[in-house]
């Protein structure tokens, strides 16, 4: 009974026999078997291929790649020793790799695939904003531009993809798995191969991505709006195969974070007690589960109008390019709010603890939260107010943007009752959640003039749009991240981030955000359509301006990659357990945590920003309850047949 | 844990912040009222969008002014104090405030969803669609008759305009008579552009095989930038033409029938409300 190492607790560990398969599993036969699932699809797709564009077989090629890519480092090794009946071997390390080896393969351990995900999006972070580096260079001449046309605009779109991935996933991604089963006290997550198969999704995603320049990039942006995608060479299928691995990871990502959530609560983790970040994943995997669906299918229909000819959206062959940009922005609406979510959970998770107050409002923030949740479906055309869309739509599509400022003014109350009379200490972490609020208020009263259609036919389409969306993800969602990388990195790795650099970073970070993208605003306001390669030459100063604090903006990102390794590496000294003195269960743990999070399920006696109750008792028993056997979170998981 | 004698009430707190926020609020609306906002007052829709934008500055003044006061003021009154990590009192939240504060959120969309809701009826209304085949010159666009329509097709990489109240005739760029209520049906003959004519306060997009239509009423006479507003390929950014113009009615008149008279030598394809692109040649 391979289930029998399961009950006792720690991580998943059920992985077929190797030898089966006849080679080794593991990141390097990955990328073997990547490269002849290329080959294999680039035969197989132009030896079919309809036309004569070759996007047939690049296609395949990088779908075949990436299912052989994950093939190759282990997933299909459980399914098929299901499958035909093969000796299913157990390994209670919960993965097949010992050391810093199993950070680089799969692993079913929750603990290692928030680390993996940490890296991979700093690494995918770092590849956009080299991408927006050269953008900013290239605007620093109005005309003729530093960079061509054709490439200045695939580096637009490689940028803007590029950063929708890092926005979409580095937040549920890192610190959702890592800190999700400890804050609900369970020992993994419902379906650990689905956890660790939306982290694998997204290292192909990156790669196909940035192979687009070989095959000429693409120049549609990240809305890949038709008929402009129907003219890009095969650099837009990575686009297509790309951003459906990412849809794919959203998916699975998104039914695991809710099913674990519902299903996997310690006993006494009521849904009062659900500590709010808890709640922005849940909100987030709600609409990633129920979006991302829409993005794949609209993903699939582009690339069957490139390869077997189908016309969904060309117009003159009785499609529409409006389909296009109704499922796109029905998925992309939604999307937006994947990403701020969980930066809301962030931001008033961590308020509590360095205020020393309870969390106030918790139930009108779960309100806001899942308000936000539901509003975020019936906004999608306000991307498409002057469209052409029937102008009755557009009064109902502006006032239910507008009515997303209710549940969005709730989180703010809740951070300032939390603020009220408090005891703050201006930790690293508390400073980038005020610069958060700061800067998530002016990406917030900017949206309202993009939702009155009468301000927005000035606005839209121009550069105060691209000013506000970055107000709202750069400032808002990037300095949430960085929040949370202060707040959990000496958990995750037991290594304290340096403070002294912390503040620096973010006085860096905070001033060069702001001088970079405020004037962006005016640029938007002085008719600057967004995604030129040219602009009016009497904006050039303005422009030289908002790409020198660019530049500085990076090097301030580089200065926290510097620290990040500079203290995991090179500072060789354990962080203390709890070095916010906070009151939440992760803290609990002990530093460095041990492979298995709880040797008993703990049974949680109290909310986790119980502060200012003297007779408050700790946030949980970590003892167990006396029969705990096969209670929820332990994850027993169903026998084999 | 009580909080310590050298705290101060709950009401000293409120009283100094909604005093500095009455302050602020009415230095920085007297500011934000000195700036002069885009699109001017070109057109009547341009004039409309001026104020919309100007208002909802004003509006957002003392929202930014509570909320950055509200987090400064935090910061340096509710730090912790001495050596000892100190907690807070253990309020869990106001009943009445919660719901206050959702009620005033809702009353300001409310008015800005009622504002937006009248602009948008005033900007569509204004133009009456009497059909009359060739209007004599005088009535078109007149406030009165029948609105001028010109229809704007964008197309890699420049939009071109054709008047079908005179025959059809293109033009590169946009000339427009003064005082007169004009109908824009905008199309696209390759992929999606957006029509965006600045100081007129009017943009739409160019699709391909349909007809977007938008209105403009033209005030005064000037120049405007015409620029396209959707990407739309490699020259998108240089899809601008800052030649376009709202010319007094006997200077369009005149520049009309030079048009007509010039563009007699050519021959274009007859007037139609769509123009569908040939089959998209795929990978080119």
Known sequence: MATADIVDGGPPIIQASERRLGLPTNILTGIVLAAVGYWAGVQVGNGFALNDALNTGVLLGYTFASIMFLVGIGFANYPLARLFGWRVTSQPSGDDHAGPWRYLNLSLDHKVIGVQYLVAMLIAMLFGGIGAMLIRTSLLVPDPPIVA???????????????????????????????????????????????????????????????????????????????????????????????????????????????????????GMTWTRLPIFVWGVFSASILGTFAAPILAAALAMQAMDRTIDTTFFISSAGGSPYLWENLFWFFGHPEVYIFILPAFGIVLELLPHFARKPLWGYRTAVVGLLGVT?????????????????????????????????????????????????????????????????????????????????SDVTLHGSYFSMAH??????????????????????????RMLNQTLGKIHFWWMMIAFNLAFMPLFAAGLLDMPRRVSTYAVNLQTLNVWVSIWAFILFASMLFFAFNIIWSWFFTFKVAPANPWQARSIEWLMPTPLPRRNFEKIPVFTSGPYDYGNPSAKPVADLGGPPDSGRMGGLGVEPAPS | ?????????????????????????????????????PPGDQSHQAGDETWLLQFMTILSVPVFVGVVLFIVYSVIAFRQKGPVLEDG?????????????????AVVVLILAIIGIDELSTTSSGTNFASSSQPALAAVGSSAGHPLRVQVIGQQWWFTYRYPDFGGVETTHLMLPVDANVEFHITSTDVLHSFWAYQLGIKADANPGADN????????????????????????????DTNGAVLTQDAFAAWIAQVQKDGADFNLPPYA????????????
């Open chain 1, 149 to 267: 046309p054709d490439k200045y605009l695939t580096l637009v779109s490689m940028h803007s993809v590029m950063m929708v991935f890092v926005a979409s996933a580095a937040i549920v991604g890192p610190f959702g798995n890592f800190f999700v089963p400890y804050m609900i006290g369970t020992n993994r997550m419902a379906f650990p191969r689905l956890e660790a198969l939306s982290f694998w999704l997204v290292p192909p995603a990156i790669v196909i991505l940035l192979a687009a320049p070989i095959f000429g990039g693409f120049q549609t942006g990240w809305t890949g709006y038709t008929p402009l995608a129907e003219q890009a060479d095969q650099g837009f299928d990575s686009y297509i195969v790309g951003f459906t691995l990412i849809g794919l990871a959203l998916i699975v990502s998104g039914v695991n974070m809710l099913t674990t959530i519902i299903t996997l609560r310690a006993p």
């Open chain 1, 374 to 454: 539901l509003l975020s479906w019936f906004v999608w055309q306000h991307h498409l107010f002057l469209s052409g869309i029937a102008p009755a739509l557009r009064p109902f599509f502006m006032f239910s943007t507008e009515m997303i400022s209710i549940p969005t003014g709730i989180v703010f109350l809740v951070a300032f009752g939390t603020l009220w009379q408090a005891r703050i200490s201006m930790t690293v972490p508390m400073l980038f959640c005020l610069g958060f609020l700061f800067n998530f208020l002016v990406g917030g009263l900017s949206g309202v003039f993009l939702s009155d259609v009468p």
């Open chain 1, 469 to 494: 969306f970055h107000y709202t993800i750069v400032g808002g969602e990037i300095f949430a991240i960085v929040a949370a990388t202060y707040y959990w990195f000496p958990k995750m790795t037991g």
């Open chain 2, 1 to 37: 844990m009580s909080s310590s004698p050298l705290r101060r009430t709950d009401r000293t707190h409120a009283v100094r912040l909604l005093v500095a926020w009455a302050v602020l609020t009415v230095i920085g609306i007297f500011i934000a009222m000195q700036v002069h906002l």
């Open chain 2, 89 to 105: 009192p253990p309020s869990r939240g106001n009943f009445r405030i919660q719901v206050a504060w959702v009620a005033v959120t």
């Open chain 2, 213 to 240: 239509i938008t209105y403009v009423t033209t005030l005064h006479t000037g120049s405007f930038t015409v620029r396209c507003a959707e990407l739309c390929g490699l020259w998108h950014g240089h899809m601008a």
């Open chain 2, 273 to 284: 409300p769509i123009y569908f692109p040939s089959p998209a040649v795929k990978g080119s």
